[in-house]
């Protein structure tokens, strides 16, 4: 992928599909490689999620402050199985079995990721606030290739969660 003004380079981990989710394969998950993300991209997405996250009262807000306690507590086997279920959503909807997810395959992931949060009691953001597309756009824009792994999902996801951290000055992240 061609560099630009836009993108920066950022660590992101890299693991298979086949790799297990023990505590030693998640030693093995901590080497970083950098990918380059679509700034731009990244800032609207952060951007569009704080400003729902912004219309939310601090009950609606608990649930995620509360996990957001749990990911920093947590220990690394912890951790582990806790990523275990967006790593399980992930592949679910990965329905091609290459390791990427794409546009098609996106639609249900965050379709399944929606009645997961709603599962949880945790608000889920009205049609105003979901653009698709352009979470896509980001997520997408970590390698030249169409779709994306895990770890980018992942690496990607933090970036977007440390952005809207910031824009919230601080407060819980989506």
Do not use: H
């Not at 704080?50 to 601090?58: K, Q």
């Not at 402050?65 to 959503?89: F, G, I, L, S, V």
């Not at 792994?149 to 919230?168: H, Q, S």
Request: overall charge negative; some cysteine.
């Amino acid at each position: 992928m061609e560099e630009t003004a836009a993108q920066e380079e950022t660590p992101v981990q890299e693991t298979t599909p086949a790799q297990e989710t023990t505590p030693a394969a998640a030693t093995e998950t901590n080497q970083a490689q950098s990918v380059a993300v679509d700034q731009e991209k990244l800032e609207e997405y952060a951007q569009l999620c704080a400003r729902w996250l912004g219309t939310l009262s601090e009950a609606e807000m608990a649930p995620f402050m509360e996990e957001e306690q749990q990911w920093a507590a947590a220990d690394e086997a912890k951790k582990t199985a806790m990523m275990q279920e967006y790593k399980d959503r992930f592949f679910a909807a990965d329905a091609d079995g290459d390791g990427r997810v794409n546009r098609a395959e996106f639609t249900t992931m965050k379709e399944a990721e929606r009645a997961a949060e709603i599962a949880k009691g945790r608000p889920v953001a009205p049609a105003e606030f979901q653009n698709d597309d352009m979470e896509f756009a980001v997520l997408n824009s970590a390698s030249a290739e169409d779709g994306f792994t895990f770890e980018e999902y992942r690496g990607v996801g933090e970036m977007i969660e440390a952005r809207i951290g910031e824009l919230m000055g601080g407060a819980a992240q989506q």
